[in-house]
């Protein structure tokens, strides 16, 4: 079954370094999404991409992220100068239509720890 | 503002036991609604969903949930739980974004 990828799986960074997060996306789907979990908390929107470019992004997906779709299978969320307080899971999604009724399938995450 | 509730931080049931995972939106219409579930490690996987129609709808690894527009509910059940059930469940409610709720911790004690 296909399903979809993130590599590393846990990504150490020191406060301030830019961090470049990967998704593999289930192939033949055209919509993708990050989401991040803090510690505790809940699963948050960070921003959905279709059609090379942004689709929506919540209030957390600051100037300081961004995300790309280099080829035509990687899927790349980028912290350019990493705080605090970005530690948290982040999930990569895809999706193969737009539409709230379509699920999204869920990568394993990528747990990223800044010190 | 959208939101969703998993009242229960942590559950803890005994295996054979029936489960029942409490789920409350808050939405301007009827959202389509999500159970996922994420074992430790792993992405989160889909139980089960709800669009229109039969308010009970089943899911993967027996389980279902019942939706009740009234209460704005969205309750996860399994008849008798496995030990392979222990996990983290996630509600989670979509419009133009998904909303998840805290999460609910499983445990299940032999």
């Known amino acids: 079954e296909p399903e979809v990828t993130q590599t590393p799986s846990h990504q150490v960074t020191q406060m301030g370094q830019e961090v470049i997060l990967r998704c593999v996306p289930i192939?033949?789907?055209?919509?993708f999404y990050w989401y991040r979990q803090i510690l505790g908390q809940k699963v948050e929107f960070l921003v959905s991409?279709?059609?090379?470019?942004?689709?929506?992004k919540s209030e957390i997906f600051d100037d300081q992220f961004s995300v790309e779709r280099p080829d035509g299978s990687n899927f790349t969320l980028k912290i350019r100068s990493t705080k605090l307080e970005d530690s948290a899971m982040y999930f990569c999604?895809?999706?193969?239509?737009?539409?709230?009724?379509?699920?999204?399938?869920f990568g394993p995450g990528t747990r990223l720890t800044v010190t | 503002a959208q939101s969703v509730t998993q009242p229960d931080i942590h559950i803890t049931v005994s295996e054979g036991a029936s489960l029942e995972l409490r789920c409350n939106y808050s939405y301007g219409a009827t959202p389509y609604l999500f159970w996922y579930v994420q074992s430790p490690g792993q992405g989160l996987q889909l139980l089960l969903k709800y669009f229109s129609g039969d308010t009970l709808v089943q899911g993967i690894k027996g389980f279902e949930a019942e939706f009740k527009r009234s209460q704005s509910s969205f309750n996860l059940r399994k008849p008798s739980v496995h030990w392979s059930d222990a996990a983290e469940y996630f509600c989670a409610a979509a419009g133009n974004q998904f909303y998840f709720g805290t999460g609910t911790s499983l445990t299940v004690i032999p």
């Open positions: 192939s033949n789907h055209l919509y």
């Open positions: 999604a895809s999706s193969p239509n737009r539409g709230s009724h379509y699920e999204q399938y």
């Open positions: 991409f279709y059609n090379n470019e942004i689709s929506e």
